[in-house]
Protein backbone atom coordinates (compact mmCIF):
# COMPACT_ATOMS: atom_id res chain seq x y z
CA UNK A 1 0.00 0.00 0.00
CA UNK A 2 1.52 3.31 -1.22
CA UNK A 3 0.96 5.99 1.64
CA UNK A 4 0.50 9.14 0.07
CA UNK A 5 0.47 11.28 3.09
CA UNK A 6 3.42 11.67 5.27
CA UNK A 7 2.79 11.97 9.51
CA UNK A 8 3.81 15.21 10.18
CA UNK A 9 4.27 16.71 13.99
CA UNK A 10 0.30 17.56 14.48
CA UNK A 11 -0.72 14.26 13.10
CA UNK A 12 1.77 12.21 15.56
CA UNK A 13 0.67 14.69 18.56
CA UNK A 14 -3.25 13.48 17.86
CA UNK A 15 -1.79 9.62 17.45
CA UNK A 16 0.24 9.51 20.71
CA UNK A 17 -2.55 11.23 22.29
CA UNK A 18 -4.94 8.64 21.10
CA UNK A 19 -2.49 5.87 22.05
CA UNK A 20 -2.99 6.99 25.61
CA UNK A 21 -6.67 7.44 26.08
CA UNK A 22 -7.97 5.52 22.55
CA UNK A 23 -11.66 6.89 23.71
CA UNK A 24 -10.79 10.37 23.61
CA UNK A 25 -13.15 12.71 21.22
CA UNK A 26 -12.33 14.48 18.77
CA UNK A 27 -13.21 17.92 20.58
CA UNK A 28 -11.30 16.46 23.95
CA UNK A 29 -8.48 15.77 21.07
CA UNK A 30 -8.88 19.38 19.51
CA UNK A 31 -8.62 20.92 23.28
CA UNK A 32 -5.57 18.91 24.41
CA UNK A 33 -4.12 19.91 21.65
CA UNK A 34 -4.98 23.08 21.00
CA UNK A 35 -6.15 22.91 17.53
CA UNK A 36 -9.60 23.33 16.21
CA UNK A 37 -12.15 20.74 16.09
CA UNK A 38 -12.33 20.58 12.32
CA UNK A 39 -8.60 19.95 11.60
CA UNK A 40 -8.54 17.00 14.13
CA UNK A 41 -11.57 15.33 12.24
CA UNK A 42 -9.90 16.25 9.13
CA UNK A 43 -6.71 15.06 10.17
CA UNK A 44 -8.35 11.48 11.23
CA UNK A 45 -10.22 11.52 8.34
CA UNK A 46 -7.32 11.77 5.92
CA UNK A 47 -5.37 9.11 7.50
CA UNK A 48 -7.89 6.79 7.69
CA UNK A 49 -8.78 7.25 3.95
CA UNK A 50 -5.22 7.35 2.60
CA UNK A 51 -3.95 4.33 4.85
CA UNK A 52 -1.73 5.46 7.18
CA UNK A 53 -3.34 3.79 9.98
CA UNK A 54 -3.65 0.02 10.02
CA UNK A 55 -7.21 -1.80 10.79
CA UNK A 56 -8.54 -2.14 14.03
CA UNK A 57 -7.91 -5.85 13.36
CA UNK A 58 -4.54 -5.48 13.59
CA UNK A 59 -4.49 -4.53 16.98
CA UNK A 60 -5.96 -8.58 18.20
CA UNK A 61 -3.02 -10.65 19.48
CA UNK A 62 -3.53 -13.96 18.22
CA UNK A 63 -3.83 -15.56 21.33
CA UNK A 64 -7.28 -14.02 22.33
CA UNK A 65 -8.16 -16.29 19.30
CA UNK A 66 -6.63 -19.23 20.58
CA UNK A 67 -3.64 -19.19 18.06
CA UNK A 68 -0.69 -18.25 20.48
CA UNK A 69 2.46 -20.30 18.79
CA UNK A 70 3.85 -17.98 16.36
CA UNK A 71 6.16 -18.95 13.27
CA UNK A 72 8.18 -17.28 10.45
CA UNK A 73 8.46 -19.22 7.59
CA UNK A 74 10.60 -18.95 4.71
CA UNK A 75 8.79 -19.87 1.54
CA UNK A 76 10.72 -20.59 -1.73
CA UNK A 77 8.37 -19.93 -5.08
CA UNK A 78 8.78 -20.91 -8.57
CA UNK A 79 9.18 -17.63 -10.10
CA UNK A 80 6.97 -18.13 -13.26
CA UNK A 81 4.25 -18.93 -10.90
CA UNK A 82 4.73 -15.96 -8.25
CA UNK A 83 1.81 -14.27 -8.53
CA UNK A 84 -0.54 -17.47 -8.25
CA UNK A 85 1.40 -18.64 -5.77
CA UNK A 86 1.15 -15.68 -3.36
CA UNK A 87 -2.52 -15.27 -4.42
CA UNK A 88 -3.45 -18.61 -3.10
CA UNK A 89 -0.84 -18.49 -0.10
CA UNK A 90 -3.23 -14.86 0.60
CA UNK A 91 -6.07 -17.48 1.41
CA UNK A 92 -4.42 -19.23 4.39
CA UNK A 93 -6.04 -17.52 7.31
CA UNK A 94 -3.27 -18.47 9.47
CA UNK A 95 -0.83 -16.73 8.03
CA UNK A 96 -1.01 -13.28 9.16
CA UNK A 97 1.66 -11.20 6.80
CA UNK A 98 3.64 -11.73 4.74
CA UNK A 99 6.96 -10.09 2.90
CA UNK A 100 8.67 -10.46 -0.58
CA UNK A 101 12.62 -10.74 0.79
CA UNK A 102 15.97 -10.99 -0.57
CA UNK A 103 18.16 -13.88 0.02
CA UNK A 104 17.47 -17.87 -0.12
CA UNK A 105 13.68 -17.62 0.00
CA UNK A 106 11.50 -15.25 -2.19
CA UNK A 107 8.35 -14.83 0.62
CA UNK A 108 8.93 -14.25 4.91
CA UNK A 109 5.63 -15.29 6.46
CA UNK A 110 4.20 -14.42 9.65
CA UNK A 111 2.11 -17.27 11.01
CA UNK A 112 -0.25 -17.97 13.80
CA UNK A 113 -1.16 -21.57 15.00
CA UNK A 114 -2.51 -23.38 17.71
CA UNK A 115 0.68 -25.91 18.56
CA UNK A 116 2.97 -27.06 16.78
CA UNK A 117 0.77 -29.83 14.91
CA UNK A 118 -1.71 -26.95 13.76
CA UNK A 119 1.55 -25.23 12.31
CA UNK A 120 2.48 -28.48 10.84
CA UNK A 121 -0.93 -28.47 8.53
CA UNK A 122 -0.23 -24.96 7.87
CA UNK A 123 2.83 -25.75 6.42
CA UNK A 124 1.85 -28.47 4.30
CA UNK A 125 -0.98 -26.43 3.28
CA UNK A 126 1.75 -24.01 2.41
CA UNK A 127 3.59 -26.46 0.35
CA UNK A 128 0.67 -28.11 -1.15
CA UNK A 129 0.39 -24.81 -3.29
CA UNK A 130 1.26 -24.74 -6.81
CA UNK A 131 4.67 -22.80 -7.67
CA UNK A 132 5.89 -23.33 -3.69
CA UNK A 133 8.93 -24.89 -4.03
CA UNK A 134 10.04 -25.18 -0.39
CA UNK A 135 9.65 -23.94 3.32
CA UNK A 136 12.09 -23.56 6.27
CA UNK A 137 10.38 -22.71 10.00
CA UNK A 138 11.47 -20.82 12.70
CA UNK A 139 8.80 -21.13 15.79
CA UNK A 140 9.21 -18.10 17.90
CA UNK A 141 9.92 -19.11 21.61
CA UNK A 142 8.72 -15.39 23.22
CA UNK A 143 8.04 -12.42 22.20
CA UNK A 144 11.27 -10.01 23.35
CA UNK A 145 9.61 -6.96 21.36
CA UNK A 146 5.84 -6.46 19.58
CA UNK A 147 5.54 -4.39 16.61
CA UNK A 148 5.70 -0.94 17.70
CA UNK A 149 5.65 2.60 16.39
CA UNK A 150 5.69 4.95 19.27
CA UNK A 151 9.45 5.82 19.29
CA UNK A 152 9.13 6.85 15.95
CA UNK A 153 6.05 8.71 16.28
CA UNK A 154 7.62 10.31 19.53
CA UNK A 155 10.64 11.68 16.63
CA UNK A 156 7.88 12.64 14.39
CA UNK A 157 6.43 14.91 17.15
CA UNK A 158 9.67 16.12 17.88
CA UNK A 159 9.85 14.58 21.30
CA UNK A 160 12.53 11.75 20.75
CA UNK A 161 13.34 10.09 23.67
CA UNK A 162 10.13 9.72 25.26
CA UNK A 163 9.24 6.25 24.52
CA UNK A 164 7.49 4.38 27.00
CA UNK A 165 8.26 0.94 27.69
Known sequence: MLI????????????????????ATVLSLSRSL???RNTVHARLRRLLADGS??????????????????AFISISISQSSSEEAVAALRTIPEII?????TGDADLLAKVAA???????????AM?????VVRTSTAMS?????????????EAAAGRPGETRT
Open 127 to 131: LAIAG
Open 34 to 36: GVA
Open 97 to 101: EMHAT
Open 114 to 124: RNPADLHRVTN
Open 141 to 153: LVEVMPARTLPLL
Open 4 to 23: VHLIDALDAEILLTLDRDPH
Open 53 to 70: LAPFSQRVRTEALGLPLI
